[in-house]
């Protein structure tokens, strides 16, 4: 019991503590009616969608636009009551309740005044809560506005803006659709019905690029991402007010989220017995597991506050980065004390960080003196506290309890956690090599030999194409074997097999056909004497022809496997070529998510992050357009370009080293062999096995099975947001999207 007690003692936050500035009201949420209380939100909400539905586009923007502002006022309510309930002089109980308890108190008698103070404390404060939202909500405060999780959700992930860019398009107003519609796409980069949509408003002349804002953006990233430009272009003496600008607000954003852990329990069920918190029919166990969610969630409120919108990862380190980049611009124009405050700081988080202990001497020598009155800066200080004390009692809870923590930190030191814990929370830490293994590019010399047993010469090196992992060979394929594969693709598209996309058009732009063969594909065609059996295991052949090449040059100590292997074609669509400006295929990498604004490329999905290596096998050169280039992280400085020819492979690494991207096939036809290599074993490509197998089969399997392996003419195109086919083949496997280069 009295471990339960003690665990409660933080149940308030201290008395005092500065309460966070209130937001500035969103960019294009204005008052819709001034002064009166909002709303529930849900019901507005719902009230937006029908009209919504019924074509009445001002009341669903009014009604939309009002759940939003109702939304964004329930939240700031519970910040500024919050702050303004615990900076009372009747919240300062927590000296009293530490005081209550002394190792020598008789037994039995201080638990019960340790309950009474605890229960009091938590009464005056849920009254002194109520009253405050009652003021600003109005009667019935925030228990009238209470809302969902399922409607919570729905506005993390902005579908508001889904439902506004529309109704604003049929407003025309076309500034306002096309704010609503980045808004939206900010936080959803995988939307493709939304990609091009925005494509469309890009090409409207009333829309200018000022246009494409996002209302929902955090303040913290605007400055975060203009300080770090600034600082490269080495003009510290301006990015200093930004970096400093973005650290405030990143603190600021943590209070905000932190206000929110504070807000209605409501678990979906199961998901207490899955964190190991729920309630086991106590009261103390009750109030025990409401407080380790907060807590939890108070946690997570940094990873949160590092995860850029429409992102599933957080930037690593990102209060140490930040610091690093105040303590590198304050040197830059001289501030040699703020410069040690930022560096003292990072020890804080990292004490034995050795590149901040060197700088720290290098500042402490120019400055002469020592400075005894220099020290961390306050508010990392109180930020780094406040966490070890939220830490050690997660922690705590872990041991005794029987409750889960995912510590979002790196910097937690080893002693605050319990020694029984260490060995399992290492081990559940422990990742596959290949995640974060780098590759070692070998030098000529060790892979020479192998590309001259397959009569292959190599034609460009990444130094050649200004760039680190890539390659241009030649030679692969004979022009014999070029027209074979072509003509397997000729073929199977006749037949009506697009295996990759069914639409007639490319998924990546209107102006050009897209037909894509697979391996299993090829092979089941061929088997029911559609195409040749000669294209199909060449096919096969090839593939696994690039595979050793690929390997051999790049990874010779550790094996690839086959992902993925697709023959595709790109035709360019007469008639629809006069003032084009798109790419066949945008900039993108291969195995992460490519954020062109801050050059970074983040390996989570919807990217396919077990990709390693990448090769594109070109087949013909009788067409325009369709270079392959590759580009600087910001996807608009090219490079290097690459013009296709029978038999050339160029080979690449599939991460943000090598954005690349394919000039528009403004005439002819372009046919590639585009394959996918991995080092983790368990995705390799399935359907290249069964291939061989139905390849290897007797020619009486193959006409017994001829009239089940036929294929069914395809289909009519799907609707746009569908345009990403998922392949089911006859084993009844899982369905697979499909992406090409």
């Keep these: 019991m009295l471990r339960l007690l003690r665990l409660l003692l933080l149940l308030l936050p201290p008395p005092g503590s500065p309460e966070p500035p209130g937001p500035l009201e969103p960019p294009g949420l204005a008052l819709l009616s001034p002064g009166a209380p909002p709303q529930a939100p849900d019901l507005l909400y719902a009230d937006g969608l029908r009209a919504y539905a019924a074509g009445a586009w001002a009341p669903?923007?009014?009604?939309?636009?009002?759940?939003?502002?109702?939304?964004?006022?329930?939240?700031?309510?519970?910040?500024?009551?919050?702050?303004?309930?615990?900076?009372?002089?009747g919240a300062a109980l927590r000296a009293v309740l530490v005081d209550a308890v002394e190792p020598e108190s008789e037994p039995g008698q201080q638990p019960a005044s340790w309950e009474r103070s605890l229960l009091h404390a938590a009464l005056r404060r849920a009254e002194c809560l109520t009253q405050c939202a009652a003021r600003k909500l109005g009667p019935g405060g925030a228990a009238r506005l209470r809302v969902g999780r399922a409607l919570r959700e729905a506005f993390r992930r902005r579908e508001p803006y889904n439902y506004l860019q529309r109704a604003y398009y049929q407003l025309k107003k076309l500034d306002l659709a096309a704010a609503a519609a980045h808004t939206f796409f900010v936080a959803n980069p995988a939307h493709l019905q939304m990609r091009e949509d925005i494509a469309k408003y890009r090409r409207m002349s009333g829309v200018r690029p000022q246009s494409f804002r996002d209302l929902e953006s955090p303040p913290h990233w605007a400055a975060y991402d203009a300080g770090l430009e600034l600082l490269g272009r080495q003009e510290a003496a301006l990015a200093l007010p930004r970096l400093e600008e973005a650290l405030q607000e990143s603190l600021a954003q943590m209070e905000n989220c932190r206000a929110g852990c504070e807000g209605p329990e409501e678990q979906q069920e199961g998901e207490a017995e899955e964190e190991g918190t729920g309630s086991q029919g106590g009261l103390y166990e009750a109030i025990a597991g409401h407080w380790i969610r907060v807590l939890q969630c108070r946690q997570r409120c940094v990873g949160d506050t590092a995860t850029r919108p429409g992102r599933s990862s957080p930037v690593p380190d990102f209060l140490p980065s930040q610091l690093r980049w105040l303590q590198e611009a304050h040197a830059q124009v001289g501030n040699l004390s703020q410069a040690m405050e930022s560096a003292l700081s990072v020890l804080l988080f990292y004490p034995e960080d050795e590149a901040a202990r060197k700088a720290l001497n290098q500042y402490q020598a120019q400055l002469g003196e020592p400075r005894p009155s220099l020290g961390p800066r306050e508010d990392i200080q109180h930020f780094i506290l406040r966490s070890i004390a939220e830490k050690r009692q997660l922690y705590y809870a872990m041991e005794h309890l029987g409750t889960s923590f995912t510590d979002p930190d790196t910097w937690t030191p080893a002693a605050l956690i319990p020694e029984a814990l260490r060995e399992k929370l290492r081990e559940d830490q422990e990742k596959r090599p290949w995640d974060h293994e780098p590759p070692q590019t070998k030098p000529l010399t060790h892979w020479k030999d192998v590309l001259l047993l397959e009569g292959v010469t190599l034609t460009q090196d990444a130094r050649q194409l200004n760039?680190?992992?890539?390659?241009v060979l030649d030679g692969l394929l004979t022009l014999a074997e070029c027209g074979v594969l072509l003509q397997l693709a000729k073929d199977a598209a006749g037949a009506g097999a697009r295996s990759g996309y069914r639409g007639r058009r490319s998924p990546h732009t209107p102006h050009e056909h897209f037909e894509g063969l697979t391996v299993l594909k090829?092979?089941?065609?061929a088997q029911a004497g559609?195409?040749?059996?000669?294209?199909?295991?060449?096919?096969?052949?090839?593939?696994?022809r690039v595979r050793t090449l690929t390997e051999a040059y790049f990874s010779p100590e550790r094996p690839l496997h086959l992902s993925l292997t697709h023959l595709v074609c790109r035709s360019a669509i007469q008639g629809e070529q006069e003032q084009r400006m798109d790419l066949s295929h945008p900039v993108h990498a291969d195995n992460c998510v490519l954020d062109p604004d801050t050059g970074e490329c983040w390996r989570e999905p919807p990217a396919y992050t077990y990709r390693d290596y990448s090769g594109i096998l070109y087949l013909n050169d009788d067409f325009q357009g369709g270079d392959l280039f590759f580009t600087e992280p910001n996807a608009l400085t090219v490079t290097a370009q690459v013009r296709p020819r029978c038999g050339r492979l160029v080979a690449f690494s599939s991460g943000g080293e090598n954005p690349h991207g394919v000039w528009a096939v403004t005439r002819g036809r372009r046919c590639a062999l585009a394959l996918w290599h991995t080092w983790a074993p368990e995705h390799r490509e399935q359907e290249w096995n069964e291939a061989k197998e139905l390849l290897q089969e007797p020619e009486e399997t193959e006409e017994e099975e001829e009239e089940e392996e036929m294929p069914s003419k395809d289909p009519a195109p799907e609707p746009p947001s569908l345009r990403l086919q998922r392949v089911q083949d006859k084993a009844g496997?899982?369905?697979?999207v499909r992406e090409e280069l």
């Design 733 to 736: 496997k899982p369905p697979r």
């Design 60 to 89: 669903a923007v009014a009604l939309l636009r009002e759940a939003l502002r109702s939304m964004e006022t329930l939240g700031r309510t519970r910040r500024d009551c919050g702050a303004r309930c615990a900076a009372e002089p």
């Design 522 to 525: 090829a092979a089941q065609l």
């Design 467 to 471: 760039g680190s992992e890539r390659a």
């Design 530 to 544: 559609t195409v040749g059996s000669q294209g199909a295991k060449l096919l096969l052949e090839v593939s696994e």
